[in-house]
């Protein structure tokens, strides 16, 4: 009896001829082009996200300004005239929303940084795919020289 695999083989043989010698490194560069094309989608991705993280960070910093604001201004108001422990009530939340306002600001100072080292990252992720890009290209044109160059060599034998 004979194995499953011992038949014949369909798989026609490819001529010397038409391999091209760089084949694997074309394919190794081509890899590295769509890897770092991934890479740039995520780098925009992420920068889009800590861009919005950026701005909701600045609206909190913004609306506790104002509500420490306000605080502070209702605490002015109740010393003329108001008793100790309105006073106090007042002084203490004016307090708390001053602390608010310094967390908040915080805050924004840290989305701020996280938005400039995202696009920081943006910048390096296009230079890599640039580069990626070059390097595929340079290959790519050698592929074309090759295939040119094997075509009129071809050519010249048929007329001969």
């Known amino acids: 009896m ?13 001529p010397p001829r038409s391999r091209y010698p760089l084949e694997a490194l074309r394919g190794e560069r081509g890899r590295d082009q769509r890897a ?3 890479d740039m989608a ?3 991705a992420a920068a889009k996200d800590a861009d919005a993280a950026a701005a909701r960070a600045q609206a909190t910093a913004s ?18 005239g108001g008793r100790a422990g309105a006073i106090a009530i007042a ?3 004016a307090a708390l929303m001053r602390r608010a306002a310094v967390i ?7 989305a701020d940084a996280g938005a400039r080292l995202a696009a920081e990252q943006v910048a390096a992720a296009r ?9 595929a290209e340079v290959v790519e044109r050698h592929r074309d020289r090759w295939e ?3 075509r009129r060599a071809r050519e010249r034998a048929g007329d001969e």
């Not at 609306?63 to 003329?80: D, K, L, P, V, Y």
């Open 36 to 38: 770092r094309t991934l």
């Open 104 to 110: 908040a600001r915080d805050a924004q100072a840290r």
């Open 42 to 44: 995520s780098a925009v």
């Open 63 to 80: 609306a506790a300004r104002t509500r420490a604001t306000a605080a502070t201004e209702a605490a002015r108001g109740a010393m003329t």
């Open 148 to 150: 040119d160059d094997a």
């Open 91 to 93: 002084d203490r939340h």
């Open 127 to 135: 230079g890599e795919l640039g580069s990626a890009r070059g390097r």
């Open 2 to 14: 004979r194995p499953a695999w011992a038949g014949e083989c369909t798989i026609r043989v490819v």
